[in-house]
Nanobody, 125 residues
Framework: VQLQASGGGLVQAGGSLRLSCAAS????????MGWFRQAPGKEREPVAA????????DYADSVKGRFTISRRNAASTMYLQMNNLLPGDTAVYYC???????????????????WGQGTQVTVSS
């Protein structure tokens, strides 16, 4: 079972990046998927999550209107389109999977049983 995050990089403020999370070894469509991020010296924080059927995305307030989460079950892949990036978005971004349906607890890292290795996003001012 593996989640492989990719797509990070260095971008100027106002720019865009698209992260991908490729899953293998699991029945992808059975999982709620989420993105978290962790900046140096800070706790891991939730970014976005999406239900198994992609009908129910949810976002942290800090990224609403700028980030869009999506998934393609046929490709066992989740995405995070990040627009209008800010220096405060600089962090390592992790993808994660949980069997629970999406609800208010999607923001809690403990609810996710599978984690990817992370991809670095750096936004310069």
């Amino acid at each position: 079972v593996q989640l492989q995050a990719s797509g990070g990089g260095l971008v100027q403020a106002g720019g865009s990046l698209r992260l991908s999370c490729a899953a293998s070894g699991l029945t992808f469509r059975r999982y709620t998927m989420g993105w978290f991020r962790q900046a140096p010296g800070k706790e891991r924080e939730p970014v976005a999550a999406i239900s198994w059927d992609a009908d129910t995305p949810d976002y942290a307030d800090s990224v609403k209107g700028r980030f869009t989460i999506s998934r393609r079950n046929a490709a066992s892949t989740m995405y995070l389109q990040m627009n209008n990036l800010l220096p405060g978005d600089t962090a390592v971004y992790y993808c994660a999977a949980r069997k629970l349906s999406i609800d208010d607890t999607w923001t809690l890292p403990d609810g996710y049983s599978i984690w990817g290795q992370g991809t670095q996003v750096t936004v310069s001012s």
